[in-house]
C-alpha cells in the first residue's frame, strides 16, 4: 500500500558529509512523521532522528547530535538526513521510516529496504 524508499548512500571518508534521501508513495496523504534508523553488522537497528510532518518536532540520537541534520520537503513527500563530519562508526544500512498518523512519538507503520553507508578511515 505504501512504499518507501531510501537514496544517497555511498562510501566517503572519515569527515566528509553525505545526503540521504527518502520518499514515500503508494497512497494519498498531507501530513506524516518520518525517521531514520540505522543497522551495523552484528547490531540492533538503532534511531537515528526523526521529524513531524510540521518541521517543528524532531529528534536525534545522542550519536549524531550536532553532526547530523533531519529536514524534509513536504510538496515532494521526501525527506533528507544531511550527515557532516562523518565517522567510521557511522558505517551502517539506513532506514527510512513512515508513521502515516503523525505521531509524536512516531509509531513506524512502513520501512524501506535501506541503503549503505560506508565511511573509510
Known amino acids: 500500500q505504501v512504499r518507501v524508499v531510501e537514496s544517497g548512500g555511498g562510501l566517503v571518508q572519515a569527515g566528509d558529509s553525505l545526503t540521504l534521501s527518502c520518499v514515500a508513495s503508494?497512497?494519498?496523504?498531507?501530513?506524516?512523521?518520518m525517521g531514520w534508523f540505522r543497522q551495523a553488522p552484528g547490531k540492533e537497528r538503532e534511531f537515528v532522528g526523526a521529524?513531524?510532518?510540521?518541521?517543528?518536532?524532531?529528534s536525534y540520537a545522542d550519536s549524531v547530535k550536532g553532526r547530523f541534520t533531519i529536514s524534509r520537503d513536504n510538496a515532494l513527500n521526501r525527506v533528507y538526513l544531511q550527515m557532516n563530519s562523518l565517522k567510521p562508526e557511522d558505517t551502517a544500512v539506513y532506514y527510512c521510516?513512515?508513521?502515516?498518523?503523525?505521531?509524536?512519538?512516531?509509531?513506524?507503520?512502513?520501512w524501506g529496504q535501506g541503503t549503505q553507508v560506508t565511511v573509510s578511515s
Open positions: 521510516a513512515a508513521d502515516l498518523n503523525d505521531s509524536w512519538p512516531p509509531r513506524y507503520d512502513y
Open positions: 521529524i513531524r510532518w510540521s518541521g517543528g518536532s524532531t
Open positions: 503508494g497512497r494519498t496523504f498531507s501530513r506524516l512523521s
